[in-house]
């Protein structure tokens, strides 16, 4: 039988609250067990991506010591912006993911935009509108408040467990 995920797919630079708002809600939904969390762009470091796949990891297990992670490298690691020449090959390789796992996946997100790509090829679902007044959370928010050490800023929208991982970087942010 072929396993099914509830699938939040990011950057993550940093992971930050509205990430974790829709990872409690997929594991209240579904359970822990069926929650996966990939890592997109894992082996690129840049302006956008200014975290190791590990140091990534690391900030979702602070939160999350249990929850299944998989990195998900680019297609053309040196981009610091998506092309969307790239996106079926992009595509290919999370349905390779999803083959060599013998799984079903399902993606979650929050916003329609979010999830337009994969939606070309797997079932999405918008779980929180990040569009909302009180989901308006920015990963470039937090790298701008991180990088001019605004930790007033960054605290709003960072885990407490997450925001000294998320200081941990020394790549120019912005």
Same mark, same amino acid.
């Given at each position: ?7 939040? @797919?990011?950057? #993550?630079?940093? #992971? %930050?609250?509205? %990430? ?23 082996? +690129?470091?840049?302006? &956008?991506?200014?975290? +190791? #796949? ?8 602070? $939160? ?7 990195? @998900? ?6 981009? $610091?912006? #998506? %092309?969307?020449?790239?996106? /079926? !090959?992009?595509?290919?390789?999370? =349905? ?24 070309? &090829? ?8 990040? *569009? =909302?007044?009180? /989901?308006?959370?920015?990963? +470039?928010?937090?790298?701008?408040? @991180?990088?001019?050490?605004?930790? *007033? ?19 120019? !942010?912005?």
């Amino acid at each position: 039988m072929m396993k099914e995920y509830s699938v939040l @797919l990011g950057r #993550f630079c940093p #992971f %930050h609250l509205g %990430h974790q708002k829709i990872v409690d809600k997929l594991i209240y939904d579904f359970g822990e067990k069926s929650v996966l969390i990939i890592i997109g762009s894992s082996t +690129t470091i840049n302006s &956008r991506t200014p975290y +190791t #796949f590990s140091q990534r990891k690391n900030m979702i297990r602070s $939160i999350y010591p249990n929850i299944r992670i998989l990195p @998900l490298p680019d297609p053309e690691p040196n981009l $610091i912006t #998506f %092309h969307n020449d790239t996106n /079926n !090959v992009w595509l290919d390789s999370v =349905e390779e993911l999803e083959k060599r796992m013998k799984a079903k996946f399902t993606f979650f997100g929050g916003s329609v935009e979010d999830l337009k790509v994969l939606a070309e &090829r797997f079932k999405t679902k918008v779980l929180i509108d990040r *569009k =909302e007044k009180s /989901n308006k959370i920015s990963a +470039t928010k937090i790298r701008r408040a @991180l990088s001019k050490k605004d930790l *007033k800023t960054a605290t709003k929208m960072l885990d407490s467990k997450v925001l000294p991982l998320a200081l941990d970087t020394r790549f120019v !942010v912005n």
